[in-house]
């Protein structure tokens, strides 16, 4: 089946006027658990370092990239839900704000987790006082605004 266009511009927060262009498939996306590969054999290490790693110019930082979660997550996909439209989709600027979203929000987690792991073993031979209450909640207040934010996000992917 061809496009259909929708008449109507939809405007999201702080981004310009968008005009939607809805497609039809006959084909039925997939739905439920997609099994994606949990291990990688050193063959397929060597085969996605060759042919798919990034390469570093001089003096460039070794960092991950947004991009280099998104090549090993197609990497480690099943091929039968690869698709030109899913990794085109994968490629929109909607869907890479949402992946930002999702790695801040782990980022900041597991910081957290961790700085509360260590002061719960310090805590356990101390009193609480008010500070540990404070920044207590003060963690609970950012992790609540990063879950908005990937909500916000997630909300936007889906219109």
């Known amino acids: 089946m061809g496009r ?7 405007t999201h927060g ?4 968008v005009h939607r262009v809805h497609i039809q498939t006959k084909t039925k996306l997939p739905t ?8 990688v054999d050193i063959i397929e290490q060597i085969r996605y370092r060759r042919l798919y790693r990034r390469r570093l110019k001089i003096g460039e930082a070794d960092v991950i990239t947004l991009q280099d979660i998104k090549d090993l997550a197609l990497f480690t996909a099943p091929t039968s839900i690869l698709t030109p439209k899913l990794i085109h989709m994968l490629h929109t600027p909607t ?7 999702l790695i801040l929000y782990c980022a900041y987690y597991l910081q957290t ?8 073993s310090e805590l356990i031979s101390k009193v609480r006082t ?9 963690f609970q207040d ?15 992917f889906l219109i």
Not at 32 to 39: C, P, Y
Not at 130 to 138: A, H, Y
Not at 143 to 152: H, N, Q
């Open 130 to 138: 008010l500070n540990c209450d404070r920044i207590e909640n003060e």
């Open 32 to 39: 439920g658990t997609v099994k994606f590969k949990d291990e």
């Open 142 to 156: 950012n992790l609540a605004d990063l879950r908005l934010l990937v909500a916000k996000e997630y909300c936007m």
């Open 4 to 10: 259909v266009r929708d008449a109507t511009r939809c």
């Open 95 to 101: 869907i890479e704000r949402f992946l930002r979203a």
């Open 113 to 120: 987790a961790a700085e509360m792991s260590k002061r719960m």
């Open 14 to 17: 702080d981004n310009p006027p």
